[in-house]
Nanobody
């Protein structure tokens, strides 16, 4: 089992940047594919990005390609989401998740979840 804790959210102006971190404890995070999801008020949770166990593969939803970068440091049991050129529509609670499958964008196919961190982008 693994516990996930996100950090790094906050309030930023449009065009700004934030870096989210997801620290894993318990079973090593290198055993899992990792994903970032987000959920805006009144909307379903949506996939943002994923990275394979050994960081050899990444995948992004179209709306963040070229702006967001997912990475992981397995020695630190931490996954990152670098978010650049932020837009108001990126405003949401961001969650990291760990799962056994590669590649899946379905929230139901991730096993472990963090509590989320709020990202607010002002126009």
């Amino acid at each position: 089992q693994v516990q996930l804790v996100e950090s790094g959210g906050g309030l930023v102006q449009a065009g700004g940047s934030l870096r989210l971190s997801c620290a894993a404890s318990g079973r090593t995070s290198s055993s899992y594919a990792m994903g970032w999801f987000r959920q805006a008020p009144g909307k379903e949770r949506e996939f943002v990005a994923a990275i394979s166990k050994n960081a050899g593969n990444t995948y992004y939803t179209d709306s963040v390609k070229g702006r967001f970068t997912i990475s992981r440091d397995n020695a630190k049991n931490t996954v990152y989401l670098q978010m650049n050129s932020l837009k108001p529509e990126d405003t949401a609670i961001y969650y990291c998740a760990a799962g056994y499958l590669w590649l899946t964008v379905k929230p139901s196919e991730y096993t472990y979840w963090g509590q989320g961190t709020q990202v607010t982008v002002s126009s």
